[in-house]
């Protein structure tokens, strides 16, 4: 099975703050990674997919980058929204999983 | 527009069987590359992909869970149906329903539409 993992799994930033959030894939994935922001008591949000096609409607200041292995989530310049817990997700067509990573919660400093 | 929601039993006990229910509207699960997956998320922990039915009703299960997983799809009412067997207190969790879209290759990209999620919890 294909694992994710994310680092780091906890992340305190403020207002403004530039963050970047890492992905590791522990066999090649292409660019078969989605990532999802997910605030308390809600469904996930869709972020990125295609590792950097950012999904409509989803602010700029996100951004995602990478392929095979390693993948990063950018944001710019964090606002009071953001402040949430991300998730990466592969889907690779083989082997057919959709393995989530640990999430990273992203905390106000 | 796209809507899931999910429907079944708040409370199952251990060793019984778990049917949820996905109804969904705004597409067609006959449509070259959708599927609706399930996805669960324990209270406080992550997210885990349990199963998977594509458009072609192709089925797709987690390894670790695949002995206990079934899923369905009735295209006329537009509904998927997760079975799991077997509950046991740690499948306590809530379950989503997702739309998964797919790239003009048909190779699926992103969950990218979910339900607003079902709180499952086994205790006797």
């Known amino acids: 099975d294909i694992q994710l993992t994310q680092s780091p799994s906890f992340l305190s930033a403020s207002v403004g703050d530039r963050v970047t959030i890492t992905c590791r894939a522990s066999?090649?994935?292409?660019?078969?990674l989605a990532w999802y922001q997910q605030k308390p008591g809600k469904a996930p949000k869709l972020l990125i997919y295609?590792?950097?096609t950012l999904q409509s409607g989803v602010p700029s200041r996100f951004s995602g980058s990478g392929s095979g292995t390693e993948f990063t989530l950018t944001v710019s310049a964090l606002q009071p929204e953001d402040f949430a817990t991300y998730y990466c997700q592969q889907l690779n067509s083989y082997p057919p999983t959709y393995t989530f990573g640990q999430g990273t919660k992203v905390e106000i400093e | 527009q796209i809507t899931l929601k999910e429907s079944g039993p708040t409370l199952v006990k251990p060793t019984q069987t778990l049917t949820l229910t996905c109804t969904f509207s705004?597409?067609?699960?006959?449509?070259?590359?959708?599927?609706v997956g399930w996805i669960r998320q324990p209270p406080g922990k992550a997210l885990q992909w349990l199963a998977l039915i594509f458009w072609d009703d192709d089925q797709r299960y987690s390894p670790s869970l695949k002995g206990r997983l079934t899923i369905t799809k009735d295209t006329s009412k537009t509904q998927v149906v997760l079975t799991m067997t077997n509950m046991d207190p740690v499948d306590t969790a809530t379950y989503y329903c997702?739309?998964?879209?797919?790239?003009?290759?048909?190779?699926?990209?992103?969950?990218?539409?979910w339900g607003q999620g079902t709180m499952v919890t086994v205790s006797s």
């Open positions: 705004g597409f067609s699960l006959t449509t070259n590359g959708v599927g």
């Open positions: 066999q090649g994935i292409s660019s078969y």
């Open positions: 997702a739309h998964l879209t797919s790239d003009t290759r048909g190779y699926s990209t992103a969950f990218d539409m």
């Open positions: 295609a590792a950097s």
